[in-house]
Nanobody, 119 residues
Framework: QVQLVESGGGLVQAGGSLRLSCAASGRTVSSFVMGWFRQAPGKEREFVASVPWSAGTRNYADSVKGRFTISRDMNKSTVYLQMNSLKLEDTAVYYC????????????WGQGTQVTVAS
């Protein structure tokens, strides 16, 4: 099992920045891909960004490219999502997720953290 715990959400004004953290524990995650998803009220959960725990390509949703950066600190077993130039439409519950490198299914999820962008 893999446990994921997010933190860092909150209320921010449009144009501001936040950094989300996701602490991973449990089963060795070195062969996993770590990701961030979000779900806005009344909408389906959507992919935001992902990065392999080991070396590999970062992927981003078009809506966040150039504004969000995903990174990981292997020593701390923590994945980050730096969010800059936040927009009202970035308001959502943000979830950390993990999947095996060889799998297309995101098996592990955190509890979510609320990000609210105000005008």
């Amino acid at each position: 099992q893999v446990q994921l715990v997010e933190s860092g959400g909150g209320l921010v004004q449009a144009g501001g920045s936040l950094r989300l953290s996701c602490a991973a524990s449990g089963r060795t995650v070195s062969s996993f891909v770590m990701g961030w998803f979000r779900q806005a009220p009344g909408k389906e959960r959507e992919f935001v960004a992902s990065v392999p725990w080991s070396a590999g390509t970062r992927n981003y949703a078009d809506s966040v490219k150039g504004r969000f950066t995903i990174s990981r600190d292997m020593n701390k077993s923590t994945v980050y999502l730096q969010m800059n130039s936040l927009k009202l439409e970035d308001t959502a519950v943000y979830y950390c997720a993990a999947r095996a490198l060889s799998s297309g299914v995101w098996n592990y999820w955190g509890q979510g953290t609320q990000v609210t962008v105000a005008s």
